[in-house]
């Protein structure tokens, strides 16, 4: 009982022995075949569809605009969560889902986030826990039951200034937003903290406002994303982007035990900077962000 009682006293003395590893994000870029970007606790990975000619009336969406499967990798090397998103074309949906599935993977959703877009997409979400590096591998198989490219992508092109349309839709948004591949991204949190399987989700795992702008032709972007509300947010979002001809074009869930419980809605619209931005912007009063 007294080498019980020591043991417990120097564990609790040192806390750092209780605290478990971080990942060996080397370890789990080796298995997936690219490099992530860490953020906080946080190891994301991106797939674009690069492969993918996918257009929406008229308009070719870039891969950053809606074609971007990711991973998000957190805990520690022997006990890690993946979760994400794969961009899928129709014949690709069930050996994914199968490949995943076989490996004790959980399907969270699978729907659609675009309207009218040709080819179709179909989104497909995911949970994994386990051995980290286990979960890059079978991921990694997963994918390769698509034609999503697993090549080490080519270095990023040097960055451009971007066009006069990121700094309009800012300015109206009142925040920065990050422009690459064309595509100008904000990642807005939500003001409350958001759990799944006891464990503290943050933006990089996908439980951000997501709103994406493209150039669409002479004076015109293209907008799309998905807003990330609880159920009393949801209907002032629709009035609000109805309001300012952004259209909603699904509105669904995208995890299984997330608290509080929410709801991710999808939205289109092509336009002026300025009037497009001003809808997202009446959309986001509504909603409860940092």
Known sequence: MKLRTLILSLLLSCPVLLVAQGLDTAKIDEAMGRSGQK???????????????????????????????????AGNDNSAMVMGDLVLLENELTPVM????????????????????SPRVIYMHYMGHGKAVELAKSLHAGLAESKTPLDKPAPPAPAVEPPA????????????????????????????????????????????????????????VATTGDFVLTAEEVNPVISAL????????ALHSHMLTEQPRLFFMHFWAVGSAESVAAGIKAALSHVAVK
């Open 242 to 249: 109805e309001d300012h001809d952004i259209a909603v074009t």
């Open 39 to 73: 953020t906080g606790d946080v190891y994301r990975l991106g797939f674009p569809r690069t492969d993918l000619h996918v257009s929406v009336a008229g308009v070719e969406i870039k891969p950053g605009l809606a074609l971007g499967s990711w991973a998000a990798f």
């Open 165 to 220: 349309f990121a700094k309009t839709v800012e300015d109206v948004l009142g925040t920065k937003g990050r422009f690459a591949g064309g595509v100008l991204s904000f990642g807005i949190p939500r003001a409350s903290a958001i759990t799944d399987h006891e464990m503290t989700l943050a933006t990089p795992q996908g439980v951000a406002e997501a709103i994406n702008f493209q150039e669409a032709g002479t004076g015109k």
């Open 98 to 117: 199968r490949k995943l599935r076989g490996a004790g993977f959980e399907i969270t959703a699978v729907h659609n986030h675009l309207l009218n877009e």
